[in-house]
């Protein structure tokens, strides 16, 4: 069955600080992974795209790993702002009947406080 | 427009009673994308339209699920005989359908749908 985890499920951290998001996938066959951010109320939004072949993609102050033989991504925010308060959404692209299907995990809820 | 606008952003129903969501995509766009998030879960996939037709409906839970898309631009999700489990986040999402990693979806707001 086509997975996608994320730890931690939520997180709180002080405004200037330093995190990093975990996602582990199942998803077969794999086009490439994005890194999504939803604000409240809000739909998501996309924040990097990477295919299997790349290691890192770097976005501001967003940046995200992905080692596809071990199927695990990682997200790294660095200097968080207030702004940073959302849940971030690990999406893996699977290809199925030639469109990108798109599988969520659950998210990681990131409070950043002052 | 600009980007992809759903109405109404909320929506109170009773159980039982009929609802329809409507998503205006991005001008364009030949795909279209439905999906549903309860609370503290990720969007999950109901249905993808390219152009008028439904390509993939695989993710409607049940025959009380709907969608349409007449002209190949807007599309209105229905719902029939609504149940409390049907409250929940519809999302809406669109891309210009080229495929390929670079096609990439673009969120509505959501319509909240509450079932009392």
Same mark, same amino acid.
């Given at each position: #069955?086509?997975?996608?985890?994320?730890?931690?499920?939520?997180?709180?951290?002080?405004?200037?600080?330093?995190?990093? %998001?975990?996602?582990?996938?199942?998803?077969?066959? =794999?086009?490439?992974?994005?890194?999504? #951010?939803?604000?409240?109320?809000?739909?998501?939004?996309?924040?990097?795209?990477?295919? =299997?072949?790349?290691?890192?993609?770097?976005?501001?102050?967003?940046?995200?790993?992905?080692?596809?033989?071990? #199927?695990?991504?990682?997200?790294?925010?660095?200097?968080?702002?207030?702004?940073?308060?959302?849940?971030?959404?690990?999406?893996?692209?699977?290809?199925?009947?030639?469109?990108?299907? %798109?599988?969520?995990?659950?998210?990681?809820?990131?409070?950043?406080?002052? | 427009?600009?980007?992809?606008?759903?109405?109404?952003?909320?929506?109170?129903?009773?159980?039982?009673?009929?609802?329809?969501?409507?998503?205006?995509?991005?001008?364009?766009?030949?795909?279209?994308?439905?999906?549903?998030?309860?609370?503290?879960?990720?969007?999950?996939?109901?249905?993808?339209?390219?152009?008028?037709?439904?390509?993939?409906?695989?993710?409607?839970?049940?025959?009380?699920?709907?969608?349409?898309?007449?002209?190949?631009?807007?599309?209105?999700?229905?719902?029939?005989?609504?149940?409390?489990?049907?409250?929940?986040?519809?999302?809406?999402?669109?891309?210009?359908?080229?495929?390929?990693?670079?096609?990439?979806?673009?969120?509505?707001?959501?319509?909240?749908?509450?079932?009392?």
């Amino acid at each position: #069955k086509n997975q996608v985890e994320q730890s931690p499920q939520s997180l709180i951290i002080l405004e200037g600080k330093n995190c990093t %998001l975990q996602c582990n996938y199942t998803v077969s066959p =794999f086009s490439n992974l994005r890194w999504y #951010k939803q604000d409240t109320g809000r739909g998501p939004v996309s924040l990097t795209i990477m295919t =299997f072949s790349e290691n890192t993609k770097s976005n501001g102050r967003y940046t995200a790993t992905l080692d596809a033989d071990t #199927k695990q991504s990682s997200l790294h925010i660095t200097a968080s702002q207030l702004s940073d308060s959302a849940s971030y959404i690990c999406v893996v692209i699977g290809l199925s009947g030639g469109y990108n299907k %798109l599988i969520f995990g659950a998210g990681t809820r990131l409070a950043v406080h002052p | 427009g600009a980007g992809v606008s759903q109405t109404p952003s909320n929506k109170v129903t009773e159980k039982g009673k009929y609802v329809e969501l409507r998503c205006d995509p991005i001008s364009g766009h030949t795909a279209l994308y439905w999906y549903r998030q309860s609370l503290g879960q990720g969007p999950e996939f109901l249905i993808y339209f390219q152009g008028t037709g439904a390509a993939d409906d695989s993710g409607l839970p049940n025959d009380r699920f709907f969608a349409v898309r007449p002209e190949g631009s807007v599309s209105t999700l229905k719902i029939q005989r609504t149940e409390r489990g049907d409250s929940a986040v519809y999302l809406c999402a669109s891309s210009s359908g080229r495929g390929g990693e670079t096609d990439t979806q673009y969120f509505g707001p959501g319509t909240r749908l509450t079932v009392l």
